[in-house]
């Protein structure tokens, strides 16, 4: 049995048909490269193609996924997350969401392994109730007493890791109702008020403790919760100053180290999609944080890279209802800052697409619940984290197969599972066939990627690495 050491951190165990070769990572794991030799005999390792070699070099990315770089309250960078989830609105005239309770849940179940603390301000509804069985009992309501609780609690705990000379990294999601006032100003929809743009920067932004801050709003409107509207003020010349100061004061320019990610669509888009029952925004940053979108093989999902996930997702949906249009900014301080760092130690499982497979896949858990959704060139292998011990299935538009997580670091190769035909009934009307038929039609890798930041003046992820052999 080969044993290849990298660093300091956990182990993984390769599935059986690997040949019981097992890999055991310590601290920082290998950078991912393509397979330089595809005929190698011991899968996942390239070289002499022997399982009893004393020296190889990975071919596959044995990468113990995790989001961002925490995995308990002793690391270096701790992970706070505070997610609030609500599909009700407080305008009349806004029709109540049905899946900002299911993405809050979703993006609960993604950062709790990996987060020293996670707090879902949400109520889920009954079908929701019964797709997370046992999450309502976690959840909190998504009010602004909650709010403020949950954010004096945080920063206390932020302070603290910094006075130990840690540094925190801080997630404020949002899924839910979001609206522009007459001013301009946006907000976001708690239960029973709203909670504006000013409040934002007042009650989060400035007090946050965190060392890197992470905004994700969907709600529509929500680039006017974060971004000030242009033009001239409507007020009176002796109030033009304090009010001009007043909006540079919660300008993000003022805070390099918040980053953000928005979905910029008008109040009059619905951007639900039943088949999958979630918002497609937050399925589409979900399935990117999960390492979907990491096109260089480094274990890291920066902004470009999730930029370029979401636009490569949809960009062949024609009905123009269902586009996703999102506005995305890294922290100024550190435009490569990384949205998820998939090199940290993690519980989850992982299962691996292997470079040379390619198309469209998608994963869900035994009760329907749709993690993530992919199209995958086939120059690169991914790598997805999944929670251990549960029944995943691994799908494509023509076949399926199943699979358990079993323990935490097990990595199982896609290609070593059972796969049979399957058919996908279709449902719905034309915007839900034009989701079905094209969303994520096309292919993400490195050269659609190349193209989108040669076009966009993005700042492109730098190349892999080579993998770390150091005994």
Same mark, same amino acid.
């Given at each position: 049995?080969?044993?290849?050491?990298?660093?300091?951190?956990?182990? $993984?165990?390769?599935?059986? +048909?690997?040949?019981?070769?097992?890999?055991?990572?310590?601290?920082?794991? !290998?950078?991912?490269?393509?397979?330089?030799?595809?005929?190698?005999?011991?899968?996942?390792?390239?070289?002499?193609?022997?399982?009893?070699?004393?020296?190889?070099?990975?071919? %596959?990315?044995?990468?113990?996924?995790?989001?961002?770089?925490?995995?308990?309250?002793?690391?270096?960078? !701790?992970?706070?997350?505070?997610?609030?989830?609500?599909?009700?609105?407080?305008?009349?005239?806004?029709?109540?969401?049905?899946?900002?309770?299911?993405?809050?849940?979703?993006?609960?179940?993604?950062?709790?392994?990996?987060?020293?603390?996670?707090?879902?301000?949400?109520?889920?509804?009954?079908?929701?109730?019964?797709?997370?069985?046992? $999450?309502?009992?976690?959840?909190?309501?998504?009010?602004?007493?909650?709010?403020?609780?949950?954010?004096?609690?945080?920063?206390?705990?932020?302070?603290?890791?910094?006075?130990?000379?840690?540094?925190?990294?801080?997630?404020?999601?949002?899924?839910?109702?979001?609206?522009?006032?007459?001013?301009?100003?946006?907000?976001?929809?708690?239960?029973?008020?709203?909670?504006?743009?000013?409040?934002?920067?007042?009650?989060?932004?400035?007090?946050?403790?965190?060392?890197?801050?992470?905004?994700?709003?969907?709600?529509?409107?929500?680039?006017?919760?974060?971004?000030?509207?242009?033009?001239? %003020? !409507?007020?009176?010349?002796?109030?033009?100053?304090?009010?001009?100061?007043?909006?540079?004061?919660?300008?993000?320019?003022?805070?390099?180290?918040?980053?953000?990610? %928005?979905?910029?669509?008008?109040?009059?888009?619905?951007?639900?999609?039943?088949?999958?029952?979630?918002?497609?925004?937050?399925?589409?940053?979900?399935?990117?944080?999960?390492?979907?979108?990491?096109?260089?093989?480094?274990?890291?999902?920066?902004?470009?890279?999730?930029?370029?996930?979401?636009?490569?997702?949809?960009?062949?949906?024609?009905?123009?209802?269902?586009?996703?249009?999102?506005?995305?900014?890294?922290?100024?301080?550190?435009?490569?800052?990384?949205?998820?760092?998939?090199?940290? +130690?993690?519980?989850?499982?992982?299962?691996?697409?292997?470079?040379? &497979?390619?198309?469209?896949?998608?994963?869900?858990?035994?009760?329907?619940?749709? $993690?993530?959704?992919?199209?995958?060139?086939?120059?690169?292998?991914?790598? &997805?984290?999944?929670?251990?011990?549960?029944?995943?299935?691994?799908?494509?538009?023509?076949?399926?197969?199943?699979?358990?997580?079993?323990?935490?670091?097990?990595?199982?190769?896609?290609?070593?599972?059972?796969?049979?035909?399957?058919?996908?009934?279709?449902?719905?009307?034309?915007?839900?066939?034009?989701?079905?038929?094209?969303?994520?039609?096309?292919?993400?890798?490195?050269?659609?990627?190349?193209?989108?930041?040669?076009?966009?003046?993005?700042?492109?992820?730098? +190349?892999?690495?080579?993998?770390?052999?150091? +005994?």
């Amino acid at each position: 049995m080969l044993s290849v050491h990298l660093s300091q951190g956990i182990g $993984l165990t390769v599935p059986e +048909p690997l040949q019981e070769c097992t890999v055991e990572t310590h601290g920082r794991v !290998p950078s991912v490269s393509p397979p330089s030799d595809a005929s190698a005999g011991c899968r996942g390792i390239a070289g002499e193609g022997d399982c009893g070699s004393s020296i190889a070099i990975l071919s %596959l990315p044995v990468l113990p996924l995790s989001l961002i770089v925490a995995t308990s309250l002793g690391a270096s960078a !701790p992970v706070y997350a505070l997610i609030v989830a609500n599909n009700s609105s407080n305008d009349p005239k806004l029709a109540k969401l049905q899946y900002a309770d299911d993405d809050g849940a979703r993006y609960f179940t993604v950062f709790k392994p990996m987060a020293a603390q996670v707090t879902l301000l949400t109520v889920l509804d009954d079908d929701t109730q019964r797709r997370f069985p046992g $999450l309502a009992a976690q959840t909190r309501p998504p009010s602004r007493r909650e709010l403020n609780d949950a954010l004096e609690g945080i920063n206390a705990a932020m302070k603290a890791d910094r006075a130990a000379g840690k540094h925190p990294v801080f997630f404020f999601v949002f899924t839910g109702h979001g609206q522009r006032g007459e001013a301009g100003e946006g907000s976001i929809a708690l239960l029973g008020e709203q909670f504006t743009r000013s409040e934002l920067f007042s009650q989060v932004i400035q007090p946050i403790q965190a060392s890197t801050t992470h905004l994700i709003i969907d709600a529509c409107d929500s680039y006017f919760f974060v971004n000030q509207r242009g033009g001239s %003020l !409507p007020v009176a010349a002796g109030q033009a100053v304090a009010v001009a100061q007043f909006l540079e004061a919660r300008s993000l320019d003022k805070y390099p180290d918040v980053g953000v990610v %928005l979905s910029t669509s008008s109040q009059q888009e619905s951007h639900e999609w039943a088949a999958i029952n979630a918002g497609v925004f937050s399925h589409e940053i979900i399935s990117a944080l999960l390492g979907a979108a990491d096109v260089n093989s480094d274990g890291k999902v920066e902004y470009s890279e999730l930029r370029a996930f979401v636009a490569a997702a949809n960009q062949q949906v024609d009905d123009p209802r269902g586009r996703v249009n999102m506005f995305a900014r890294p922290p100024a301080r550190d435009r490569s800052a990384a949205l998820a760092d998939l090199t940290a +130690p993690s519980s989850s499982a992982y299962l691996l697409l292997p470079a040379g &497979l390619q198309g469209r896949h998608w994963v869900e858990d035994s009760r329907g619940v749709r $993690l993530a959704d992919f199209n995958k060139e086939a120059d690169r292998p991914l790598v &997805l984290a999944l929670p251990p011990g549960q029944t995943f299935f691994v799908r494509t538009p023509a076949r399926e197969a199943r699979l358990e997580t079993g323990t935490e670091g097990k990595l199982i190769d896609v290609n070593q599972l059972a796969w049979s035909p399957t058919g996908i009934a279709s449902r719905g009307g034309s915007l839900d066939e034009s989701f079905r038929e094209h969303l994520f039609e096309r292919p993400y890798g490195a050269r659609f990627y190349g193209g989108f930041v040669s076009s966009s003046g993005e700042l492109p992820v730098g +190349p892999a690495p080579e993998p770390d052999l150091a +005994p």
